[in-house]
């Protein structure tokens, strides 16, 4: 049975400087973000909405 467990969220992420990245983030931020939302990372944390 498919519980979940092993799926991953990546969203496509563009930084100031212009470059993009590919990000993997948790389930919880996955549901809680929009096209256009700013994320935040500061070292050592996950990613989070800011």
Known sequence: ???????YHFV???LADGESVKVR???Q???S???GDRLVK???TDP???
């Not at 049975?1 to 799926?7: E, I, K, P, T, V």
């Open 25 to 27: 983030i948790s389930r």
């Open 29 to 31: 931020l996955w549901k």
């Open 33 to 35: 973000i929009a096209v």
């Open 1 to 7: 049975m498919l519980d979940g467990s092993n799926m």
């Open 42 to 44: 500061q070292p050592g």
């Open 48 to 50: 989070a909405k800011g």
């Open 12 to 14: 496509e992420v563009s």
